[in-house]
């Protein structure tokens, strides 16, 4: 998760907002098993939201691997603590996506230039979100769509957490 979340903070508020997405589904979906770690999870998404509304676009401050990887730490010790890994992988789709993106363009590259000799993309560029750039998508127009699928995987994600706690 953390690797994800790093992969995902390459435009402004992309990993942030995504973040607090998934902290938010996460927390409705742990809040039968333990409700501390639903407040835990419900300050991590507020914090989040500080951070974008103090640093929203054009960004002045960078978040870096050490707020990323704490959010990616964050999130997958919440579904530790409670066994809840389905609403994970849910609730942060749009971070497995990213992570996913780059592990499935360095796999094709490799395994294209073992087969043809010259090394060939799925992407224009890895991670996902640059593919879309690339292809003449504005970055608040990226930022906004991750934004409405986070926030649906989100209820889903809360949806699952409930039914199967």
Same mark, same amino acid.
């Given at each position: 998760?953390?690797?994800?979340?790093?992969?995902?903070?390459?435009?402004?508020? =992309?990993?942030? $907002?995504t973040?607090?997405?998934?902290?938010?589904?996460?927390? @409705?979906?742990?809040?039968?098993?333990?409700?501390?770690?639903?407040? +835990?999870?419900?300050?991590?998404?507020?914090?989040?939201?500080g951070f974008?509304?103090?640093?929203?676009?054009k960004?002045? @401050?960078?978040?870096?691997?050490?707020?990323?990887?704490?959010? $990616?730490?964050?999130l997958?010790?919440m579904?530790?603590?409670?066994g809840?890994?389905?609403?994970?992988?849910i609730?942060s &789709?749009?971070? @497995?996506?990213e992570?996913?993106?780059?592990?499935?363009?360095?796999?094709?590259f %490799?395994?294209?230039?073992?087969?043809? $000799?010259?090394?060939? %993309?799925l +992407?224009?560029?890895?991670?996902?979100?640059?593919?879309?750039?690339?292809?003449g +998508?504005?970055?608040?127009?990226?930022?906004? $769509?991750?934004?409405?699928?986070?926030? =649906?995987?989100?209820?889903?994600? &809360?949806?699952v957490?409930?039914?199967?706690?």
């Amino acid at each position: 998760m953390g690797s994800g979340i790093d992969l995902t903070d390459g435009l402004d508020g =992309l990993a942030g $907002g995504t973040a607090a997405l998934a902290f938010i589904g996460m927390s @409705v979906a742990v809040l039968p098993i333990c409700s501390e770690l639903a407040i +835990f999870g419900a300050s991590m998404a507020g914090a989040c939201v500080g951070f974008l509304l103090h640093n929203r676009y054009k960004a002045s @401050v960078f978040m870096g691997d050490t707020g990323s990887l704490a959010l $990616g730490a964050a999130l997958a010790a919440m579904a530790a603590c409670t066994g809840m890994f389905l609403p994970l992988c849910i609730s942060s &789709g749009i971070i @497995v996506l990213e992570a996913s993106s780059v592990i499935m363009q360095v796999g094709y590259f %490799r395994a294209s230039k073992c087969l043809w $000799g010259a090394g060939r %993309r799925l +992407f224009l560029m890895a991670p996902f979100h640059h593919h879309l750039e690339l292809c003449g +998508f504005k970055e608040p127009i990226i930022v906004a $769509g991750a934004y409405v699928v986070s926030c =649906l995987l989100a209820v889903i994600a &809360g949806y699952v957490g409930l039914i199967s706690a």
